[in-house]
């Protein structure tokens, strides 16, 4: 989490290159701040560690609107290999109760008040599309899209990742019941995003 922070290759990657310009004009942003990453490495025959079914909401410190997470893939990346599957339109849809990895629960939160439903079981209500990537290529996905990977069930291949996510400027700081826990930024419930824990990334000269 936030390997930017000592990864100086990453951290220039993440805020000086092309993901920040995709982000930007996806979002429709005027203005545009780093909120942070994750790497995520699934090794070959890892094929009992899926990712259920989940949207990211509920697990940063974000309201608003404005906010996407950029996949970026650093190896050849299949279903086979754990790809990533999102259901189409999802993202404007309810935002659900946030779930525990290991097992797919639902957490026990007055937050929210619906929990995931079951995406594989109606296919018809819940379109899924996923996308063969190479290395360098990636996804973008607003932060309420349904979204799940499978285990890495390839002998031989790893699955990497490194996920950047960006903030648009009606983006607001909160403290979700299950947000992951970071460095406190110093921030109020309700301020915009700012200082050094969420720097501007556009404009470029910002």
């Not at 429709?28 to 790497?39: F, P, Q």
């Not at 404005?66 to 849809?93: I, K, N, P, Y």
Request: hydrophobic share 35%; charged share 25%; net charge negative.
């Amino acid at each position: 989490v936030n390997v930017w922070r000592r990864h100086d290759a990453i951290r220039d990657f993440a805020l000086n290159g092309p993901a920040v310009e995709v982000a930007h004009t996806l979002l429709g942003a005027k203005s545009l701040r780093y909120y942070g990453d994750h790497v995520m490495v699934k090794e070959p025959g890892t094929v009992d560690l899926p990712v259920p079914w989940h949207q990211d909401l509920g697990y940063v410190r974000v309201t608003g609107w404005q906010f996407c997470s950029v996949w970026v893939a650093l190896d050849t990346v299949t279903q086979e290999s754990g790809g990533m599957r999102f259901v189409r339109g999802s993202h404007r849809g309810p935002t659900y109760k946030p779930v525990k990895f290991q097992t797919g629960e639902s957490v026990k939160t007055d937050e929210y008040d619906e929990v995931v439903p079951d995406v594989d079981a109606d296919p018809a209500r819940f379109p899924v599309v996923h996308f063969d990537l190479a290395p360098g290529d990636c996804t973008v996905h607003h932060a309420n899209t349904l979204h799940a990977s499978g285990g890495n069930r390839t002998p031989d291949r790893m699955r990497r990742a490194v996920i950047l996510r960006y903030a648009g400027e009606d983006a607001r700081y909160t403290v979700h019941q299950q947000a992951l826990k970071t460095a406190d930024p110093g921030l109020k419930v309700g301020d915009p995003l700012g200082g050094e824990h969420y720097p501007q990334v556009w404009p470029r000269d910002g």
